[in-house]
């Protein structure tokens, strides 16, 4: 991993200018190479809890196998029983068993890694159950420490491009528009689908948000692209400026 932070910040500057408002905070972009398999098993009992609820589930299911990262076979071979005697719920459960399964049969070691792109990472650990998107850029950055990593679906990275780009929302707003009125002319137009589509106005509120979402996406990507190849730097900036609010 690069070390000087000096040099990249000069870089991200020339690059985007509006990155001043956050590269003089303090951050750690600290990783800590380890094991993808086990890093997979602490994602799972992590996922939808706090921190603190999160390290307690963890510790439950590590006691289940002794205290200590089960083989995939262990796992496999534990009884369902048991793990929600230990607090993990039947989904979660369910999860852990796609991931012991899959590490049974592929490759998982950190060598393996080295050999493949950020890309062929996200398409290869997303075969698993429950292992999404931005669940491997987590992994990318803070296990595998890549930097070059963006994760356009982070809701605090969201937060804080909004507040630092000025023109972002305007921006977002006027492309969506533009493709609502495209679509659907006039207001009077929306109504008259609902009731020949059967289309309710809830259903119908359902689609233009997703579609904010797919074009708000899309933008911050766009901007992202200016901080390559230091994109995993920017997005620690990121978060410590939503911290520091």
């Given amino acids: 991993m690069t070390q000087n932070l000096t040099e990249i910040k000069k870089y991200l500057l020339e690059k985007d200018p509006n990155l001043a408002k956050i590269l003089h905070l303090e951050i750690n972009f600290f990783w800590q190479p380890r ?20 390290k307690s589930l ?9 205290g200590e990262i089960p083989t995939p076979k262990q796992l496999l071979d534990i009884d369902a029983t048991t793990l929600k005697n230990a607090s993990v719920s039947a989904q979660k459960i369910n ?15 950190n060598a393996y890694f080295d050999t493949l792109s950020d890309t062929e990472i996200i398409a290869y650990l997303t075969q ?21 990593v963006f994760a356009p679906a982070d809701i605090a990275l ?30 009077s137009l929306i109504s008259e689908q609902i009731l020949q589509k059967n289309i309710s106005q809830e259903d119908l509120d359902k689609k233009h948000k997703n579609l904010y979402k797919k074009f708000f996406q899309a933008k911050i ?3 992202s692209a200016k901080w390559s190849p230091y994109r995993s730097w920017v997005c620690h900036f990121l978060w410590a400026f939503k911290e520091g609010k």
């Fill in 35 to 54: 094991p993808i398999y086990e890093a997979l098993l602490e994602t799972i009992n992590y996922q939808q809890v706090s921190i603190h609820a999160g």
């Fill in 58 to 66: 963890y510790k439950r299911f590590l006691n289940c196998f002794g």
């Fill in 128 to 148: 698993i159950k429950g292992i999404g998107e931005w669940t491997v850029q987590m992994l990318l950055m803070f296990d595998l420490g890549r930097e070059d």
């Fill in 95 to 109: 999860y852990l068993y796609s991931i012991a399964e899959f590490a049974s049969q592929n490759r998982l070691d």
């Fill in 158 to 187: 969201h937060w804080t491009m909004k507040r630092i780009y000025a023109e972002l929302s305007e921006a977002i707003f006027l492309e969506h528009l533009a493709f609502f009125e495209k679509n659907y002319q006039k207001k």
């Fill in 221 to 223: 990507l766009e901007i």
